[in-house]
Nanobody, 115 residues
Framework: QVQLVESGGGLVQAGGSLRLSCAVSISVSNIDDMGWYRQPPGKQRDMVARVFGGGITNYADSVKGRFTISRDNAKNTMYLQMNSLKPEDTAIYYC?????????WGQGTQVTVSS
């Protein structure tokens, strides 16, 4: 069983920055790929960014150039650096990890961007 714990959410003004962290209970070097998803109020959960083996990354068009995903194998942690935040970035952000055919989720962290 893999446990994921997000942190770093909060309230920030538009244009500000936040860094989310996802602590993983196993070595992230053993994880096939990891990512961040978000779910705005009343909407579906969508992919924000994903990092694959070898450091290949993929971003949603809405966050390209503003968000950066990274993983620190030594700390068993994944990060999401969010800059130039907009009110439409307001959502619960979830950490996700894939091992083989199994996906694991964290409990989520709230990000609120005020205008």
């Amino acid at each position: 069983q893999v446990q994921l714990v997000e942190s770093g959410g909060g309230l920030v003004q538009a244009g500000g920055s936040l860094r989310l962290s996802c602590a993983v209970s196993i070595s992230v070097s053993n994880i096939d790929d990891m990512g961040w998803y978000r779910q705005p109020p009343g909407k579906q959960r969508d992919m924000v960014a994903r990092v694959f083996g070898g450091g290949i990354t993929n971003y949603a068009d809405s966050v390209k150039g503003r968000f950066t995903i990274s993983r620190d194998n030594a700390k068993n942690t994944m990060y999401l650096q969010m800059n130039s935040l907009k009110p439409e970035d307001t959502a619960i952000y979830y950490c996700n990890a894939r091992l083989g055919f199994t996906f694991y989720w964290g409990q989520g962290t709230q990000v609120t961007v005020s205008s």
